[in-house]
């Protein structure tokens, strides 16, 4: 009798557990919708304010992309229920507004050669499919943390287990960044360089960081700049073929986002004293790997006809109106392609090779780092006629 007792309490426990978790995931999903509506106002209401759409610049571009990611994540959830995916897809989002907030808030005219109707096409559509990559991304990082075992040393799955970390310090690299351009934005950093003269140019050009400089433009020389922890000048010149000030700064950035990915990292790595995604591992116990994995590839496989329309066909329509042509090897629209590409892989892999489960996973998570790139990184680091934002 008293084993049965105890059995009878312990589904009852189970029972209250699961009662408990469901309440709080509906609670979850309800917030959610709720903050995507409020986002959804923002960007209704800055669109009155400005008079056209506002997807015009990084900042308005990066916080359309993440009411997207809230807005794929709310459609696939409806499809599967699955509350638990909110524990990686919401973050994604945060990050990407975290991101957005570095770059200048002002509502701006449009340049001209975003002056077309094009833009409402072909940015929404391309964010849009990109939007739910990043749900195929979370949900193929949870289930290679779900599937992977941190609990042994067999060098079989090192490398997995390694990839999965590389992928975890991707993710706090890209809050470092945030977090170091806010620091230094609050304490009023400011350095500024005088640019060599150009032929033909009688007014001097300047160059100005908000992060102290490491690097500085090739042949410049120092108009202002603050002290910091003893560095009173740039460690050295950016190289040559580092054309423009532009990119010289985003050199800087770029190895300041590495600096404060590696600071980061170290801090949370010891503070749970552990790999960050053996940490993150035993709260994806109680998840169905085959859900996450089916929810990961049907995420991607809506997303990419989407993002073929708005990323391919719609941008080289508007490229032919606004530059006579359809294609013109320019940074972000390689990137585009690569992008493309990649999924294009992907789903032949995932359909004609039967790639399921890690294969699928992983292919999933490398996508959206891809993704991610040609987002970010190329407009860091190479200068184009889509580059109208950097820091």
């Known amino acids: 009798m008293i084993f049965v007792i105890g059995i009878t309490g312990k589904k009852l426990n189970r029972e209250d557990s699961e009662a408990k978790s469901e309440k709080w995931g509906k609670a979850g999903i309800i917030f959610s919708i709720i903050g995507f509506l409020c986002h959804a106002a923002f ?24 009411m997207m990611v809230m807005l794929a ?25 975290a991101y957005a907030s570095v770059f200048p808030k002002e509502v701006q005219p449009l340049i001209p050669a975003l002056q077309s109707y094009w833009l409402k096409i072909h940015v929404t559509t391309a964010a849009a499919g990109e939007a739910f990559f990043a749900v195929g991304f979370a949900a193929g ?42 620091s230094f934005n609050a304490a009023g950093y400011n350095a500024k360089f005088a640019l060599p003269a150009t032929e033909g140019s009688a007014i001097q050009q ?72 053996a940490a993150i591992s035993p709260l994806m116990k109680g998840i169905d790997p085959e859900d996450i994995d089916e929810i990961s590839y049907r995420a991607i496989a809506i997303g990419y ?60 998570v490398i996508g959206f780092i891809v993704v991610m790139f040609t987002l970010i990184g190329v407009n860091l680091v190479i200068a184009g006629l889509h580059s109208y934002a950097g820091v």
């Open 43 to 66: 960007f209704f209401t800055r669109w009155a304010e400005a008079g056209h759409i506002p997807t015009s610049n990084m900042f308005e571009f990066m916080t359309f992309l993440a």
């Open 206 to 277: 300047t160059a100005e960081y908000v992060l102290p400089p490491i690097v500085m433009p090739k042949d410049s020389q120092v108009i202002e700049m603050k002290p910091f922890i003893g560095m009173t000048e740039p460690l050295f010149e950016s190289p040559s073929w580092f054309k423009g000030s532009g990119a010289a700064r985003k050199l800087n950035t770029v190895i300041w986002s590495l600096i404060g990915g590696i600071i980061l990292y170290a801090v949370l790595r010891l503070i749970a004293r552990k790999p960050l995604s």
């Open 305 to 364: 006809p989407i993002f073929t329309l708005g990323a391919l066909i719609f941008a080289m329509i508007w490229a032919a109106e606004a530059w006579g042509r359809f294609w013109g090897w320019d940074p972000k629209e390689v990137w585009a392609l690569i992008t493309w590409l990649y999924y294009a892989a992907y789903l032949h892999f995932r359909l004609s090779r039967g790639w399921q489960g890690k294969k699928s996973a992983w292919l999933a």
């Open 141 to 182: 990082l949870m289930y290679l943390i779900r599937t992977i075992n941190f609990n042994t040393k067999d060098p079989a799955g090192k490398k997995e287990r390694f990839g999965v970390e590389i992928t975890m310090f991707f993710l706090v690299t890209i809050v470092a960044f945030v977090v170091t351009i806010f």
């Open 73 to 97: 994540f709310i459609i696939v959830y409806f499809i599967y229920r699955s509350q638990v995916l909110g524990v990686f897809a919401l973050p994604v989002g945060i990050i990407i507004i």
